[in-house]
């Protein structure tokens, strides 16, 4: 799980935007790295995070060989295909609900993302 | 002459012990790899830990040929232990003598994986062992009938009461002791294993050079990694000829077309033909297939690509993978029930 001080962190990000920002609620981005074929925030595995609607999340591979992250949830079917070492992609997530993340190549790599 | 990585971390050894002044006991490299040691405890589920009950019922029915549909073939057909706990041949034989699509797969060190079958379909080895039985090409067993003709005999009701107290023969039990007796079935110590601890002679200087050549320029570790050499992953090696989705079957991303689960390297001396489909008959076929980077590039795993491997180097990566056959562990037969 993310640790409640990192969706605080991430909460008051949307919050602080959205006094600053007169028209509509400004989207976070949060990376999310491979690293050690599982999924990392801020230096910590996750299996499961909690985002907003309209957030984006960075699926950034730290691992020296490929990782495909996918998801074939019917919210939101996404395939960013197979990237390196250093290299980054991102989704938005733009309704409410659960969505499954995987990796193709490794499967034991899983993390579902609630969309609040 | 080209400085060997393996020897200059001798020499960084030898220059260490020296510093310290300590006796000449053997130490292993600078390098620590004991992640490459097979880790002592054995996965097991907490609804089907491992006994000696469990175990031997299992291998009971792992060698029983009643629990096929024409009564003659059991699992250890052909996961044959003494052909690696595979069956020698490119692809398995099934129900009829009909010739299935894919090699049979060693069942060494299951209990590590957590995906069981070529495409991963089965999330358990508990789903796994009643796949075959039933599948009309493999076994063709009825599992109905199979809890009959099982619940007629009274070794069989004695072997399922010790193992699972008042749970009955049932499919669930009949899956659960098979999966026990797989989980029981682990790699043995290698002399790449006695190497790892620090007997130096115990893997030779050519399996060391294909180590190095393993961990770097044959990029073999980036799918066979830690200590069952597999990334439990799954990948398109651009085999010719070969139209089978594997993976793709079971989860429909592009990557997965043609995509099969990493065997492990451990015993693979022993598991030849290799490939999902038995299309080498030797590891040095093996080894050209990834220096030459795949024959199909269609949906190839970007992984893969040409090695450019002189033939020394190929030839240590065969000997690399020959150091990984550990000792032999006999298997002792059950007596089966009759009545
Ligand atoms: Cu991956």
Redesign the pocket.
């Known amino acids: 799980m993310l640790k409640s001080s990192q969706q605080k962190l991430l909460h008051a990000a949307v919050i602080t935007t959205a006094l600053l920002t007169a028209s509509a609620v400004q989207a976070a981005e949060l990376v999310v790295d491979?690293h050690n074929?599982t999924f990392v925030v801020e230096g910590n595995k996750v299996e499961a995070i909690t985002i907003h609607v309209g957030d984006t999340l960075r699926f950034r591979n730290d691992?020296p060989?490929?990782?495909?992250?996918f998801s074939l949830s019917d919210l939101k079917t996404f395939d960013l295909g197979s990237f390196p070492k250093g290299q980054s992609k991102t989704v938005t997530f733009d309704k409410a609900g659960m969505v499954e993340v995987e990796?193709?190549?490794?499967p034991e790599?899983y993390m579902e993302v609630t969309v609040k | 002459m080209k400085t060997h990585p393996t020897l200059t971390r001798t020499a960084r050894k030898v220059l260490f012990i020296a510093c310290l002044g300590a006796a000449a006991s053997s130490v292993q490299a600078a390098e620590d790899y004991s992640s490459f040691l097979r880790p002592a405890e054995i996965p097991q589920p907490d609804n089907n830990r491992i006994t000696t009950a469990r175990t031997e019922l299992g291998k009971m029915l792992f060698f029983d040929p009643r629990l096929s549909g024409s009564n003659w073939i059991s699992c250890g057909t052909c996961h044959n232990p003494t052909l690696g706990w595979s069956d020698g041949l490119p692809t398995a034989i099934g129900h009829g003598m009909g010739v299935l699509g894919r090699a049979t797969p060693t069942i060494l060190n299951t209990a590590y994986q957590p995906l069981q079958f070529w495409d991963g379909r089965a999330r358990s080895l508990e789903k796994q062992a009643v796949g075959p039985i039933q599948a009309a090409g493999e076994m063709n067993q009825n599992m109905d009938e199979l809890v009959k003709e099982l619940s007629a005999l009274k070794g069989y009701r004695d072997a399922f009461e010790d193992a699972y107290p008042g749970e009955g023969i049932t499919e669930k039990t009949i899956a659960k002791a098979l999966a026990t007796y797989e989980r029981t079935i682990v790699s043995t110590e290698s002399p790449f294993d006695r190497w790892v601890k620090g007997e130096t002679h115990a893997m030779s200087k050519q399996a060391q050079q294909g180590f190095e050549v393993f961990l770097g320029k044959g990029r073999c570790v980036l799918c066979h990694g830690g200590f069952n050499f597999t990334d439990n992953?799954f990948h398109n090696l651009g085999l010719k000829n070969d139209d089978d989705p594997g993976r793709y079957g079971i989860r429909k991303v592009k990557i997965l077309k043609g995509a099969f689960k990493t065997p492990t390297l451990r015993d693979v001396e022993l598991t030849a033909p290799y490939m999902h489909n038995g299309a080498y008959k030797t590891l040095e076929e093996v080894v050209d297939h990834y220096n030459r980077g795949g024959d199909t590039k269609d949906n190839l795993d970007p992984n893969m690509q040409p090695l450019h491997l002189s033939a020394s180097e190929k030839a240590s990566l065969v000997a690399f993978m020959k150091a990984l056959t550990g000792e032999p562990a006999p298997v002792t037969l059950p007596r089966l029930p009759i009545e």
């Not at chain 1, 060989?65 to 992250?69: A, D, G, K, L, P």
């Open positions: 491979q074929k691992d060989f490929f990782h495909n992250i990796c193709a190549i490794h790599m | 992953g």
